[in-house]
T-cell receptor
Framework: ETGVTQTPRHLVMGMTNKKSLKCEQH?????MYWYKQSAKKPLELMFV???????ENNSVPSRFSPECPNSSHLFLHLHTLQPEDSALYLC???????????FGPGTRLTVL | GENVEQHPSTLSVQEGDSAVIKCTYS??????FPWYKQELGKRPQLIID?????GEKKDQRIAVTLNKTAKHFSLHITETQPEDSAVYFC???????????FGTGTRLQVFP
C-alpha cells in the first residue's frame, strides 16, 4: 500500500491559485504516469514519463505542467485551473516492458 | 483510435452468485490485459492480469479469459461476497508503448 504515495490527498483551490501535486514511488520503477479520474468516465491518461523523459502528452491543456526530476518523483504543477478540472488525480508507476502499473491513492482536487 | 469497451456499467448480484464483466479492445497489438478493483475512496488495485500467450488464468475465486481472435476478455468472480463490491476496470496495453487503455468501469454490488 505504501509503494506509491501522493500528497496532498485533498486540495481545494481557486481558479487563480498555483499548486503542485506530488507523487513518489518506492518500487524501483522507472516509468511514471498521471491520470485524471472523473465521475462516470474512464481513467484518462495525461502524461507518461519513462526514464525521466516525457514520452506522452495526451493533449492536456497547458494549465497542467508535469515535472519528473528523477525516477522516484513526479509532480503536476497546476495554475489557472477551471471548475471542470475538479477530479481525482492518480499517479502510477511501472517498469518499462512489464506493463503492470501500480497506483497511488490519488489527490482529490476541487477547483472553486 | 485505441479503445476498450466494458460491459455492463453496473452489476448487482446476490452473495454467493457469480459475476461476469466483459471487455473488448480494438488494438490487435495489445498483449497485456490487467483488471483493477477500486473500492470507494481508494486507489485502483491490480487483482489479476493475463498476457496474450495464455487463454485463461485463475486465482482463487477470480478468473480471467482471453479470446484474441475476437479481441475480448472477461473477468469471472465466483461465490461473490459483499467485500467484492467495488468498481472494476479492465485495461489493454497499447501496442509497444507503456500505455494502458482503460475501460469505463463496472460498478459491482453484492447484496448479502
Amino acid at each position: 500500500e505504501t509503494g506509491v504515495t501522493q500528497t496532498p490527498r485533498h486540495l481545494v483551490m481557486g481558479m487563480t491559485n498555483k499548486k503542485s501535486l506530488k507523487c513518489e514511488q518506492h518500487l524501483g520503477h522507472n516509468a511514471m504516469y498521471w491520470y485524471k479520474q472523473s465521475a462516470k468516465k474512464p481513467l484518462e491518461l495525461m502524461f507518461v514519463y519513462s526514464l525521466e523523459e516525457r514520452v506522452e502528452n495526451n493533449s492536456v491543456p497547458s494549465r497542467f505542467s508535469p515535472e519528473c526530476p528523477n525516477s522516484s518523483h513526479l509532480f503536476l504543477h497546476l495554475h489557472t485551473l477551471q471548475p471542470e478540472d475538479s477530479a481525482l488525480y492518480l499517479c502510477a508507476s511501472s517498469t518499462p516492458g512489464t506493463d503492470t502499473q501500480y497506483f497511488g491513492p490519488g489527490t482529490r482536487l476541487t477547483v472553486l | 483510435g485505441e479503445n476498450v469497451e466494458q460491459h455492463p456499467s453496473t452489476l448487482s448480484v446476490q452473495e454467493g452468485d457469480s459475476a461476469v464483466i466483459k471487455c473488448t479492445y480494438s488494438d490487435s497489438a495489445s498483449n497485456y490485459f490487467p483488471w483493477y478493483k477500486q473500492e470507494l475512496g481508494k486507489r485502483p488495485q491490480l487483482i489479476i492480469d493475463i498476457r496474450s500467450n495464455v487463454g485463461e488464468k485463475k486465482d482463487q475465486r477470480i478468473a480471467v479469459t482471453l479470446n484474441k481472435t475476437a479481441k475480448h476478455f472477461s473477468l469471472h468472480i465466483t461465490e461473490t461476497q459483499p467485500e467484492d463490491s467495488a468498481v472494476y476496470f479492465c485495461a489493454a496495453s497499447s501496442g509497444n508503448t507503456d500505455k494502458l487503455i482503460f475501460g469505463t468501469g463496472t460498478r459491482l454490488q453484492v447484496f448479502p
